[in-house]
């Protein structure tokens, strides 16, 4: 028998009730800010101005609204978000923080369409098969400027590996890719944006161990023409 719940069932970030604990203390502004919602808070205010649009690609529970809100950086701030439960998560918590629940949608990166001033997206091209859908799309609707964190170095690694920190009936896998810096770089750059590399504050140029896998974290200010 076919069934059509495919996604959701083999759909890693389903599968970890430590990291929907952990998302659910984010979406309530309990936990700790990580270190590249700070730092790319800090890069959007370089180039944001107030009253602007944001879209957080891939934005979990919807966090990195608080660290809008920390800076004060008056963005009007839109998630989405493949997995269905991070959305649920945001948008029970985050309407009595400020953000309605409608600014928070079920959706894959592939499904969007239209403008938006800016976009962000953070750990979530190096996960899935490969970037280049995904971030045309991304490039396609920012009419302004895209911040970019993924692991990316000299020379592309791809892996498609088992997560074994899950707690699900059945092994599953997940893509833990790093891309070519200069490819990704020129890619940007044929889609009409100027682009600058910015040293990840958290790993500082070095590799850092993630389910058992390595991931070369780097940030990417891309910015319209």
Partial sequence: MITLDGWRANNIWEHSPAVLDLYARRARGEAEEMTCAAQAAELLAEVAHGGESLLDAGCGSGYFYHSLKARRLELAYYGIDATAAFIELGRAHLPQLGLPADRLSVARIE???????????MNVLSNLDNYHRPLERLLRIARRSLVLRESIKDGAEYRYVVDKYLEAPR????????????EVLDFIRGHGFEVREVLDRRARGKAEMVIDHPHWWAFLVATRR
């Fill in 111 to 121: 499904d969007l369409e239209g403008e938006v001033d800016h976009v962000l997206c």
């Fill in 171 to 182: 092994p599953l896998k997940v893509h833990v890719n790093a891309y070519d810096r200069r």
